[in-house]
């Protein structure tokens, strides 16, 4: 399966972005999805998942409250909408694919996006 992510930008403290993940293949229905973000000088980190069993998004802490995962396995999408978005949110956002569960270590996915660039100024 191949992944395209798109929808970052440049975006002012407390704003808002909607992250989408398209995916190529018709196993998509089957694929966990998980986003990853890695900020320049530190280390790839979980951010959400969603499960391909309707299992619901879980999120990392970090973003608990104000980043909501969804799919839309018609459309072969998963999102990721982001709110009251802070500069320590700047990173590249990266989606990534498996079959079955999911997980929040990036080993763990083997399918991934090029990554979508995300900037929130204070």
């Known amino acids: 399966v191949q992944l395209q992510a798109s929808g970052g930008g440049l975006v002012q403290a407390g704003g808002s972005l909607r992250l989408s993940c398209a995916a190529s293949?018709?196993?998509?229905?089957?694929?966990?999805v998980a986003w990853f973000r890695q900020a320049p000088g530190k280390e790839r980190e979980f951010v959400a998942a969603?499960?391909?069993?309707?299992?619901?998004?879980n999120v990392a802490d970090s973003v608990k409250g104000r980043f909501t995962g969804s799919r839309d396995n018609a459309k072969n999408t998963v999102y990721l909408q982001m709110k009251n978005l802070k500069p320590e949110d700047t990173a590249i956002y990266y989606c990534?694919?498996?079959?079955?569960?999911?997980?929040?270590?990036?080993?763990?996915?083997?399918?991934w996006g090029q990554g979508t660039e995300v900037t929130v100024s204070s």
């Open positions: 969603t499960s391909w069993g309707g299992g619901g998004t």
């Open positions: 990534a694919a498996r079959q079955g569960g999911t997980f929040t270590v990036a080993s763990r996915y083997s399918n």
């Open positions: 293949g018709s196993t998509f229905s089957r694929l966990s």
